[in-house]
C-alpha cells in the first residue's frame, strides 16, 4: 500500500486487497466514514486505520423499484458498523423488500459498477 | 438573519414564467420572462436592477449567465448554491445588501425547462464517491429512506404520507396556475407506481418547467410600488450535511435550527403564522418541517397532517398554491414558497385567497434535506 497517499487512496485500495479499514482518529479515539484528512469529531489530524467487525445493523432502508429488463429492482440502505459509522450500501442475499431496519448484517467486500465496495449480507444465527 | 435587521428589506415584486410546460424555451429564457414579470409588478425596469441573486440547474458560473442574459452589471452578485433552499438563503443576503447599502434594488431569479428539455431532474452535481456505486436514485433514495426510519421510529403510515399529496392537490384544484388539478385520493396515491419504497409515485414532487422571481428594496422606499409591500421579519439558514449517508438522524432536519432562529428574529412563533409554505419535494418533507419548525411535536407530523388537516378548511392551511407535489417543480422549488406566502399577505393568491393574512412562513429545503433555510413575511401590520 506504498502508493496509497491520501485517505480516499488509502480505502480504496485496502477493498482492492479485500479488507474493509477504516479511519480512526488518534486524539479522540473515534471513527469516521468517509475517510478524510481530519478527524471531524475533534478535528485532530492523526488518523490511523483499522480492520473493520463487519457487524453492523441496517439503519434504513429502500427498494429502488426498476423494470425487469433494465435488472428489476434492488436494495439501497444505510448500515451503521458497531465501529460506529454509517454507511450506503447494499444487503444481498435475500428479496430486497425483505431488508428490514434494525437488521444484524455482516459486511464483505463485492462489486458494483465494476468497483471493490462495501456489501452486506444478513448475519448468522 | 438577526433582530436587528427585522423589517429592513420589503418586497415589491413577484412574477413567474413557463409554469408546466415552457416549449422551445431555454432555462435561461424562463429566467429572464421570470425577471421581466416581477419587475412588471414592481413597476421597475431591467435598468433599475444593481443587485442579482441567482442560481440555476446548469453551468458553474449561472449567476453571470444570468446577469449577461438580461443585460446588466450588478454592482451585487449572490449566487451561493445551497440547492432548491438558495432562493430563500438570498432573502438574508439581499436583505444585507440592501440594508448595508451594496444595492438599491434586489432581483432573486431562477427558471428551469426540465421537463421540455428532457423529463427529469436536470443537475449538474456528480453523484457523491461513496454512495455512488450503490446506485441510489437521486433524489428520491435519500428521502425514502428518511420516511422509512420515520415511519420505523414513529409509527408513521403511508396512509399519512399520502394525505399530505392530497392536501396539496384540494389547494391545487382551486390554482389555475397549478399542473396538476384532477381530483387526487388517498388511494390513488396508494395505489401509485412504487418508485421507491416507500414513496410512490404521487409522493414525488412534480416535474415541471417554471420560472420565478422576487424584487426587494430597502423598507423606508417600500410603500411608493404598486403592490403592498411584504417585510421580512426574519430568514435564517442552517445546515447538517451533503450526503444523506451523512446525516445523523434521519428523523430531524436541520429546519429545527433554521426555524428557531428565525423566529427569533421575527419576534413570533409557530402559532402566529397563518400561512406555510414549505418546499415539499416528497411527501415526508411536509410532515418534518412542520416537526422541526414547532407546529407539532416531534414524530407527531404524521397525525398533524391526517385527514385534510393541513387541506384547504383544515387546522393549517399549508402549501396553499398546491406546493411542489401539485403546483409546480422545476428542479428547485424554494423560490415559489416565498412567491406564495408574499402574494397571501398582499391578497392576490393564484388559488385559495387567504383571508387577513399578516404573517406568512416560506421554508427552504437544498440537497437530500441537507440546507434548510426559514423565512417569516409580514404586512405593514407587522412592523
Ligand atoms: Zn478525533
Redesign the pocket.
Given at each position: 500500500m506504498q502508493d496509497a497517499k491520501g485517505p480516499d487512496q488509502f480505502f480504496q485500495h485496502a477493498l482492492a486487497n479485500g479488507e474493509i479499514s477504516l479511519p480512526m482518529?488518534e486524539?479522540?479515539?473515534?471513527y469516521h466514514f468517509f475517510p478524510r484528512v481530519l478527524?471531524p469529531?475533534?478535528?485532530?489530524a492523526a488518523i490511523s486505520w483499522r480492520q473493520s467487525s463487519g457487524k453492523g445493523r441496517v439503519y434504513t432502508t429502500t427498494v429502488v423499484r426498476r423494470k425487469p429488463e433494465h435488472g428489476g429492482d434492488y436494495n439501497v440502505c444505510m448500515v451503521e458498523l458497531d465501529e460506529g459509522v454509517r454507511m450506503m450500501s447494499r444487503v444481498e442475499g435475500i428479496a430486497p423488500g425483505e431488508v428490514a431496519i434494525d437488521m444484524a448484517v455482516t459486511a464483505f467486500v463485492g462489486e458494483a459498477e465494476g468497483v471493490p465496495v462495501v456489501l452486506f449480507k444478513p448475519s448468522e444465527g | 438573519m438577526t433582530a436587528q435587521l427585522r423589517g429592513k428589506s420589503a418586497i415589491v415584486g413577484t412574477g413567474h414564467a413557463g409554469f408546466g410546460e415552457a416549449y422551445g424555451l431555454t432555462s435561461y429564457d424562463v429566467m429572464a420572462q421570470s425577471a421581466l414579470a416581477a419587475l412588471g409588478d414592481a413597476g421597475l425596469k431591467m435598468t433599475d436592477v444593481d443587485g442579482l441573486f441567482c442560481t440555476m440547474m446548469e453551468d458553474s458560473m449561472p449567476a453571470l449567465m444570468a446577469a449577461e442574459y438580461l443585460g446588466i452589471q450588478p454592482r451585487f452578485i449572490d449566487g451561493t448554491m445551497s440547492g432548491g433552499s438558495s432562493f430563500v438563503n438570498y432573502l438574508t443576503s439581499a436583505t444585507m445588501a440592501l440594508d448595508a447599502g451594496l444595492c438599491d434594488v434586489a432581483l432573486i431569479v431562477y427558471g428551469s425547462n426540465q421537463r421540455t428539455a428532457s423529463g427529469k431532474l436536470v443537475t449538474a452535481s456528480r453523484p457523491p464517491a461513496y454512495e455512488a456505486p450503490y446506485n441510489p436514485r437521486y433524489p428520491i433514495s435519500a428521502y425514502a429512506m428518511a420516511a422509512a426510519r420515520h415511519m420505523h421510529e414513529y409509527g408513521t403510515t403511508r396512509e399519512q404520507l399520502a394525505d399530505v399529496a392530497v392536501a396539496a392537490r384540494a389547494w391545487a384544484r382551486h390554482n389555475p396556475e397549478a399542473f396538476e388539478r384532477g381530483p387526487l385520493t388517498r388511494e390513488d396515491v396508494l395505489g401509485a407506481r412504487m418508485v421507491g419504497d416507500p414513496l410512490t409515485v404521487r409522493d414525488c414532487c412534480l416535474v415541471t418547467d417554471g420560472g420565478g422571481a422576487i424584487v426587494m428594496v430597502r423598507a423606508d422606499r417600500a410603500r411608493d410600488f404598486p403592490k403592498a409591500p411584504v417585510y421580512v421579519l426574519g430568514s435564517a439558514a442552517a445546515s447538517s450535511h451533503r450526503q444523506i449517508s451523512q446525516m445523523k438522524d434521519f428523523t430531524v432536519t436541520a429546519a429545527r435550527d433554521s426555524g428557531a432562529r428565525s423566529f427569533a428574529a421575527a419576534g413570533v412563533s409557530p402559532s402566529d403564522i397563518q400561512a406555510v409554505e414549505l418546499y415539499d419535494a416528497f411527501t415526508i418533507n411536509t410532515i418534518l418541517f412542520l416537526e422541526d419548525l414547532g407546529f407539532c411535536a416531534k414524530g407527531e407530523g404524521g397525525a398533524f397532517v391526517e385527514g385534510g388537516r393541513i387541506a384547504p378548511g383544515g387546522v393549517l392551511p399549508v402549501n396553499t398554491n398546491g406546493g411542489g407535489l401539485s403546483c409546480v417543480h422545476p428542479g428547485m422549488y424554494g423560490i415559489f414558497t416565498v412567491i406564495e406566502a408574499a402574494r397571501q399577505i398582499r391578497g392576490d393568491a393564484p388559488g385559495i385567497q387567504l383571508k387577513d393574512i399578516d404573517l406568512a412562513l416560506a421554508h427552504g429545503n437544498g440537497g437530500v434535506l441537507s440546507s434548510q433555510v426559514t423565512a417569516i413575511l409580514g404586512s405593514q401590520n407587522t412592523l
Open positions: 482518529c486524539d479522540c479515539g473515534a478527524c469529531h475533534c478535528y485532530g | -
